[in-house]
């Protein structure tokens, strides 16, 4: 992990960029997108999320292997909010059987 | 595998005697660190979980909770957390140029950043504090349709906010050690693996609040 | 065949175990050897623990009208749980041998994070003796599944003290497996390429992969419910607008891989001693060090299989029904190459051998149950009914307990330096084989024939086999009894060990038996 230094001007520019992601993200919320609300918030967290984990903690420059458990962990989260919603969602698709 | 111009010789004390040399010593911290933070994702993804059920359950509910979310304290403090994650990773960029100076500003720049965040979290809770949004036996709330909803949803921004902030303590905690040990010289160019580590716990932090904020503040609002 | 030196005067070489005396030695070692042996003495007085409420349930069980009160009985299989589950399954295997083996099987001088290792049992202890205060102060009712909203609002024991019990050793857990996870990537000594990894260590680090991203639910699944119990906000309770089944299935997110964080070390124990004992390299090395990151990955996709009755979709019923199938494919393999190795190999019937060919087929037979469970029609008729007791303990008893012992068996001479009596050995482990099955098997007729779990009485039709099973625990305590008492002697009086007793091929036997602090091998194999 010992690269070159990043410059100031690197980390600089992606602060700006948060913080103007962020005002934007306030800006959005303010119109009534109605379900793009949600889509539209999310997308801004993601890219925030995003520019935090490669630049700031240098994952950008970092070994496949980081990226990978990065990777993997997401993954996992995603396993689980994906699984636990696909039971409330599908509730009453199918008719419950009698024993319950 | 990284190439640096100044390893660590096997008389340093920095270097463990279990390692063989600094560059698996390093890359062994941070790879724990990054499982550690693995763990985090999905310590906090449980609440995640739970809050999207709950807001899927009880659409007109958090709607009309989300009227009582302070977006102008949330979004300030979206603010400053991004401030400090800039101040940070500015901390760890002069360990590793050996600034000593530098690095304890930045570090102590991050530290106030985040107890301005933590006071300005008090004076959020305080507020529903005296609203009666704490969940438990002095819960009030004003439309009685969705009063056990509500609480419900009051209690997973609670533990969701809270859980981040004890994390935002502890990370307070970390900063100070660090402040401390470079204040007193423990840090260099060769050897400034704690900041660096210790910067990613921060950044991670930093991260949920920036999920925290849209998911509990922003939207459900126009709904 | 590896080198054997003379272990003539071992008693005064420095080893891990007389290098340094007394207490603070042993409580602020670093050393993976030492660590491994605090967590084996703190492990085995849980399993007694937890085995004294086994006895106390199955003497409770030998009438139909039993012995206790349905509150002492529902407290008596919740700490037989908690404690077995949290305290003695989780990290046996990988607390214990895996701690002592792993940095000696890669050929790295300690784990990558020593002092984390020793915080990891401090974590350990603070918990269990949480869990020890709830017992006596009362114990918990909730059965070990914590189910809400019973535990969140309707029972009055101390629910939050076992629940943090279980809470603060999850730490342990996950701080074991970020270990291991660090050590296996980036302490492998130079040569040491993945496909040269013992199987050992492919289980071990599976099981991390399991300890590390799961272990955090259940930890945060556990605050929500002690925030639920204090405030009554009704997250759970359906009284309140809240839903008991998110508990379950934020529960079971981490519950069921946990089970396979149980069984994945006691396989990889299998794998190392059916290679040795049948004087074969495993068959199919690659299928099988595959198969356990299966299990880990699969494991994971599969919780709602134990929610099929509980409310959830049937659609999400039928895909995790389908998951679980999947699942069994590379335990399957497992035990399909395990045979293969043996297979015209030279088998010899050691006692860790004896422990292994036990494993394997009462595995199978618990993981078929498994199967039988999967399936959502049969799992109707038989769910939270002594078939799903049987089924478990199959696993876990017949499975997990047996290798954990084979293990305890086979490395005895690398940890101590001497050897158990084989004799008594053999004969213990024919009286668990024997004692296990006539425990358990009858569960599983009573189970298919309606005898509900976590009932203190019970319909008087079902008494012969509760006997019957109740007599089998007798004989089982006896089998668990003696290796306490041989092996605590062989410690101390047993004849000295040669390096590599048994002629087995791995890296952790060309180092002295009782290995030096810190760890130093003979690297002369490769």
């Keep these: 992990m010992n690269h070159q230094v990043v410059s100031v001007k690197v980390y600089a520019a992606v602060f700006c960029a948060l913080l103007a992601l962020t005002i934007t993200t306030v800006a959005v919320s303010k119109l009534d997108l109605g379900e793009f609300n949600f889509i539209a918030a999310m997308t801004i967290a993601v890219i925030k999320a995003t520019l935090v984990v490669m630049f700031f903690m240098d994952v950008r420059r970092a070994t496949s292997m980081t990226k990978l458990f990065v990777g993997a962990g997401l993954f996992w989260l995603a396993i689980l909010l994906v699984f636990l919603l696909s039971d409330y969602l599908s509730r009453g698709w199918l008719p419950s059987l009698r024993w319950l | 595998m990284a190439d640096s111009e100044a390893t660590l010789t096997a008389h340093e004390p920095e270097l463990k005697h279990h390692f063989d040399d600094s560059a698996q010593q390093l890359e062994s911290s941070t790879l724990g660190m990054w499982v550690f933070l693995v763990t985090e994702v999905m310590f906090f993804g449980g609440m995640f979980g739970a809050y999207t059920v709950y807001r899927n359950l009880y659409r007109n509910a958090f709607a009309s909770t989300s009227h009582f979310m302070n977006v102008i304290i949330g979004a300030v403090n979206t603010g400053v957390l991004i401030c400090s994650s800039f101040t940070m990773v500015l901390a760890v960029r002069s360990a590793q140029l050996g600034q000593k100076k530098a690095l304890v500003a930045f570090l102590i720049l991050t530290l106030i950043l985040g107890c301005v965040f933590l006071s300005l979290k008090y004076v959020e809770y305080h ?76 950044h991670f932090v930093d991260i949920v609040w920036i999920f925290l904020f849209p998911l509990l503040y922003l939207i459900g609002h126009t709904q | 065949m590896s080198p054997t030196l003379p272990f003539a005067s071992t008693e005064a070489r420095t080893n891990y175990l007389n290098a340094d005396y007394g207490w603070k030695s042993w409580l602020f070692t670093t050393d993976h050897k030492r660590i491994a042996l605090l967590y084996l003495f703190s492990i085995t007085v849980f399993f007694f623990v937890g085995g004294l409420f086994a006895v106390g349930m199955r003497l409770n069980l030998l009438t139909p009208q039993g012995l206790f009160s349905h509150d002492t009985y529902n407290k008596l299989f919740t700490m037989h749980g908690i404690i077995m589950v949290f305290f003695f399954l989780v990290p046996s295997i990988p607390a214990t041998l895996g701690n002592f083996l792993v940095p000696m099987m890669i050929g790295a001088r300690d784990l990558a994070f020593p002092r984390i290792n020793l915080l990891s049992w401090y974590i350990y202890i603070v918990g269990g003796i949480f869990a020890l ?105 359906p009284t309140l607008g809240g839903d008991p089944v998110l508990f379950q299935h934020l529960f079971w997110f981490y519950s069921h891989p946990a089970v396979y964080i149980m069984i994945l070390p006691g396989m990889a124990v299998i794998s190392e001693i059916v290679a040795c004992f049948s004087r074969k390299a495993i068959f199919g090395y690659s299928f099988v060090a595959f198969s356990s990151i299966a299990i880990a990955v699969l494991g994971f996709l599969v919780w709602g299989h134990h929610l099929f009755v509980a409310g959830q ?21 497992k035990v399909f190459n395990w045979t293969a190795t043996m297979y015209k190999g030279s088998v010899s019937f050691e006692t860790p051998m004896l422990y292994a060919f036990g494993f394997i087929g009462l595995f199978t037979i618990g993981g078929l149950t498994g199967l039988f469970l999967a399936t959502m029609a049969i799992d109707v008729h038989v769910t939270d009914t002594y078939f799903v007791i049987a089924h478990f303990h199959y696993v876990m008893v017949g499975g997990m307990v047996m290798a954990y012992l084979g293990g305890i068996h086979f490395w005895f001479p690398k940890i101590t330096g001497r050897m158990y009596p084989e004799g008594w050995a053999k004969f213990a482990a024919l009286v668990v084989f024997v004692g296990f099955n006539l425990t358990f098997f009858p569960q599983f007729i009573l189970g298919y024939q309606g005898m509900p779990r976590r009932y203190a009485h019970y319909a008087p039709e079902f008494q012969v086999l509760n006997v019957m099973s109740t007599a089998g625990a007798s004989v089982l305590a006896v089998g668990y009894l003696l290796p306490m008492i041989y092996l605590t002697w062989a410690w101390r009086k047993g004849p000295r060990a040669p390096q590599n007793p048994w002629n087995a091929k791995g890296l952790e036997w060309s180092s002295h038996p009782r290995p030096r602090l810190p760890t130093t091998l003979n690297i002369n194999r490769w």
């Design chain 2, 127 to 202: 507020e529903k504090w005296v609203d009666h949004h704490i969940p438990g036996p002095g819960f009030q709330y004003a439309d009685p349709r969705y009063f056990h909803q509500a609480q419900i949803l009051f209690l997973l921004y609670f533990a969701m906010t809270g859980m981040h902030a004890i994390h935002m303590i502890v990370g307070a905690g970390l900063l100070t050690t660090l402040i401390v040990m470079a204040a007193r010289d423990r840090f260099s160019a060769t050897w400034h693996t704690p900041v660096e580590m210790i910067g990613l716990y921060w």
């Design chain 3, 133 to 237: 205060t709830a017992v006596v102060q009362g114990g918990v009712d909730t059965g070990w599944t914590f189910y809400a909203p019973f535990s969140s609002t309707y029972s009055n024991t101390h629910v939050i003290l076992a629940a943090l019990g279980v809470f603060v050793s999850g730490f342990s857990s996950i701080l074991t497996g970020l270990n291991f996870i660090v050590t296996i990537h980036k302490m492998r000594a130079p040569g040491m390429t993945w496909s040269r990894l013992p199987l050992f260590v492919w289980g071990h680090y599976a099981t991390s992969l399991i300890q590390v991203l799961g272990t955090p639910v259940i930890a945060i699944t556990l605050v929500l419910l002690g925030l639920e119990r204090l405030l009554h906000a009704g997250i759970f309770d």
């Design chain 3, 313 to 333: 979709s049937m659609y999400a019923s039928m895909a995790f029904s389908f998951i679980s199938f999947l699942v069994a494919v590379p335990s399957a393999i």
